[in-house]
């Protein structure tokens, strides 16, 4: 079989299960945060908190809640990395230095998973499991729930609640992400990756020489870094280490981990507001990217331009040989595209061109489909733009979903959207404009510059991908790329949270002839047209100076 | 104010206690669990895929490892690692195939350095093999995105099979054969690239030639 024909059909497989799967787990996600009962786990874990899962909250509670939670979260991480040399099953590794555990705890915190150390050589058992896996869990499980709040938002009116954040955390993790993860956890296992705690582990190769094998609860670990959008390897290789995706099957379950909850949330938001189209212009759009994408890259990597990909006969540099072009392209989209962040080959290594489209994958500010929960509040975010923006051609007022798009909806609105290209912008200018940029490139030249605007990208959007030759661990990146994931993560959420509160506050206006139809291709249309432009303006200078003039230069 | 100051910390005692339990939940409790299943179902798998030789330890089936002669200075630090041409060589590694330093070159795909190293490399693997730079395959002269990658393209498997097998004594029909046995075609079909597992091969080999 030729190697395009096998890749056509890997991403065929990919779509069917994704088809496949979004409908029954969008409508059970929709289920689990619109029932009144509580599993009786639930009820133990809520007496031992102490909180009460029924009060309606709401947006400022629910906001505090929301960041409180990640305070501590950011706090007791530090804590774990300051004194894992202290903790049982630390291998031998020292206590993480201050700058290093802030950017860690601020990076998993986050959902971004930035990794400025590595893995195999810094991280114990514990560190691991009980430190950066819980974050995985439930950084993710708080991006659903601010997601689910913009929902009811729209779904709910004359009211201002938006429900209970300790309650829509724990189901989150409860209902959907343990489920799937041990599920998946035995799967990865099965293909290969590993899972114990045992210690590092000698062993003596045929040639004498001494080699030390890596032992970890890898499997657990990479079930929930991929299906919560996290992408923080337990390796420094990440994905592309054997122990954590072993074989063909295991890369194509990774990749379908990483989408499959992004692009089933558009149905559970369908269901939520009373309309399953609703929910399919939005994924239309998120699919449209995300697609192009993936042809652009992959296209790009089998045409492999590039001096030294030219010279070897194909870009390999960088990549598994049990992977290949055609999976590492579809990964490689497919993790910048959700804000995981995992990668199972380097992007650092991939042709000038292709680097550009994975950057603008993130700078799209992780919506085609994006992170879990993130996603979909971007792209709503984004339809009450493109919902503005046709309401400004036609001079009528703009309404979504039955509500009013006013002047305070669209200033969370612009707010939001100009928190992330600002960090990135000014990140990077301050980087480069201080010297710390230039000093922690690999390449030189117009690649050198992607570096550092690749990592304040990928920090600003909470990915976590990088160009990883960008040697990110020192005082100056920790810290700055730290307050850049902190940033990038929490301030769009109060602006989320906001326009939530303020359109549950609204009565509905009822549909009329004059009323756009946002469940309609059209609609999806606008969206893809004002994602691009809007992002377009935003970057199309910095994209210039990096990947485009390395690409168009090759 | 003082009622601010509370409600702050009545909310994050709650949000401790929360984190705390999902701690206990999430990073002990589903660790564990999965751990209990893989080990009970999958022991092999979950603990490396350890490969035995005669009751010894040799490596792992999913971890590359180096196939150099003994160093001349074993003390030499900088000595350059020569290739064995008993065996089936793997693909270029930046970390000499060291599991507790993984990761790639980093370098572009236009990148000067990289281009010189790939030119040098394809020289020095098409002189090592007999063979001319056009029938040297591109994972012959690129690192992987691990660094510890445990195979190769059965084209790179290809081009190493006359030198294999004149070292060794054995005939060229014979460690074809080999070679065909060893590969492994996509996963299910369409998976990925097909590849060939660089210890498996060479210990079939060493088998091989010892009869």
């Not at chain 1, 991403?11 to 088809?19: G, R, Y």
């Not at chain 1, 810094?122 to 009980?130: D, F, I, K, P």
């Amino acid at each position: 079989m030729s190697p395009v024909l096998a890749d056509v059909l890997q991403v065929s497989a990919l779509i069917v299960a994704l088809v496949l799967v979004h409908r029954p787990l969008g409508d059970y996600m929709a289920a689990v945060f619109t029932s009144g009962k509580h599993l009786r786990v639930e009820k133990w874990i809520y007496r031992a908190v102490g909180a009460n899962p029924d009060t309606e909250m709401r947006w400022p509670a629910y906001l505090r809640g929301v960041l409180a939670f990640s305070a501590i979260g950011v706090l007791f991480l530090y804590l774990i990395l300051r004194i894992q040399d202290d903790l049982p099953g630390s291998l031998g590794f020292a206590a993480i230095t201050p700058d290093q555990a802030f950017n860690t705890a601020a990076s998993f915190v986050s959902n971004t998973n930035w990794q400025s150390y590595s893995g195999e050589s810094s991280m114990g058992h514990v560190a691991q499991t009980a430190g950066l896996a819980v974050q995985n869990f439930v950084s993710a499980a708080v991006g659903i729930a601010v997601a689910v709040a913009l929902v009811r938002g729209f779904a709910r009116s004359r009211t201002g609640e938006l429900g209970n954040f300790w309650a829509d955390l724990v189901r989150g993790v409860v209902r959907i992400l343990i489920p799937i993860t041990v599920i998946a956890a035995v799967l990865l296992v099965a293909a290969g990756a590993v899972q114990n705690f045992a210690g590092i582990h000698e062993v003596t190769t045929v040639t004498g020489q001494t080699q030390s094998i890596s032992p970890g609860a890898v499997a657990s670990q990479e079930a929930i870094k991929d299906l919560g959008t996290n992408g923080g390897g337990y390796f420094n290789a990440n994905s592309a280490h054997p122990f954590e995706n072993p074989n063909g099957f295991s890369n194509l379950l990774t990749i379908f981990l990483l989408l499959v909850i992004p692009f089933s949330l558009p149905r559970t938001f369908g269901r939520m507001v009373g309309s399953v189209r609703q929910g399919y212009a939005i994924v239309g759009a998120m699919a449209t990217i995300w697609f192009v994408g993936v042809v652009l890259v992959t296209w790009l990597e089998y045409a492999h331009p590039g001096t030294a990909s030219q010279l070897a006969g194909g870009a390999m540099e960088g990549k598994e040989q049990r992977f290949g072009e055609g999976a590492s392209s579809l990964f490689a989209v497919s993790t910048t595209m959700t804000s995981t962040g995992s990668v199972n080959s380097f992007h650092d290594s991939f042709g000038g061109l292709s680097g550009g489209v994975l950057l603008l994958g993130m700078m799209l500010g992780e919506i085609a489909p994006g992170g879990v929960g993130s996603g979909l509040y971007g792209m709503l975010i984004m339809a009450v733009v493109a919902v503005f923006i046709a309401g400004l051609m036609v001079g009528r007022t703009p309404e979504y979903l039955g509500k009013k798009i006013g002047t305070r909806e669209m200033k969370y609105a612009a707010c939001y959207i100009l928190i992330t290209p600002a960090l990135v912008l000014i990140g990077t200018a301050v980087a480069m404009a201080t010297g710390h940029g230039e000093a922690s490139m690999t390449n030189t030249g117009a690649h050198g510059f992607s570096e550092v605007l690749y990592a304040y990208t990928s920090a600003s959007n909470n990915n976590g991908s990088a160009f990883a030759g960008f040697g990110a661990n020192t005082e100056f990146h920790n810290t700055a790329l730290g307050l850049c994931m902190l940033l990038g993560r929490f301030l769009p959420m109060v602006f989320v949270l906001a326009l939530a509160g303020s359109l549950a506050e609204q009565k509905p206006v009822p549909e009329t002839a004059g009323t756009l139809r946002t469940e309609k291709p059209l609609f999806t249309g606008l969206l893809v047209g004002t994602i691009m432009i809007i992002t377009g303006l935003t970057f199309f200078p910095a994209l210039a100076l990096g990947p485009l003039a390395e690409g168009l230069a090759a | 104010m003082n009622n601010s100051v509370a409600n702050t910390g009545r909310l994050a005692w709650a949000a401790l206690r929360m984190l705390l339990v999902l701690t206990v939940v999430t990073g002990v409790l589903y660790p564990l669990a999965v751990t209990g299943i893989a080990q009970g179902l999958f022991r092999d798998k979950a603990n490396g895929s350890i490969v035995n030789v005669e009751g010894k330890e040799v490596g792992s089936e999913l971890i590359g490892q180096t196939w150099d002669l003994p160093k001349k200075n074993p003390d030499d630090e900088n000595e350059v690692p020569r290739p064995d041409p008993k065996w089936f060589q793997p693909r270029p590694s930046n970390s000499g195939y060291d599991p507790l330093s993984t990761g790639s070159s980093q370098l572009g795909a236009s990148d000067p350095t990289l281009t010189k190293l790939v030119g040098d490399t394809k020289k020095a693997v098409a002189a090592f093999n007999g063979v001319p730079e056009s029938e040297v395959p591109k994972d012959a002269v690129t690192g992987s995105a691990s660094a510890i990658d445990p195979h190769i393209s059965p084209e790179y498997a290809e081009i190493q099979i006359k030198r294999v097998a004149k070292v060794n004594g054995l005939s060229e029909q014979q460690v074809t054969k080999l070679v065909e046995d060893h590969t492994e075609g996509r996963t299910a079909g369409f998976l990925g690239e097909p590849h060939v597992n660089v210890l498996k091969l060479n210990l079939a080999l060493k088998d091989l030639a010892a009869r």
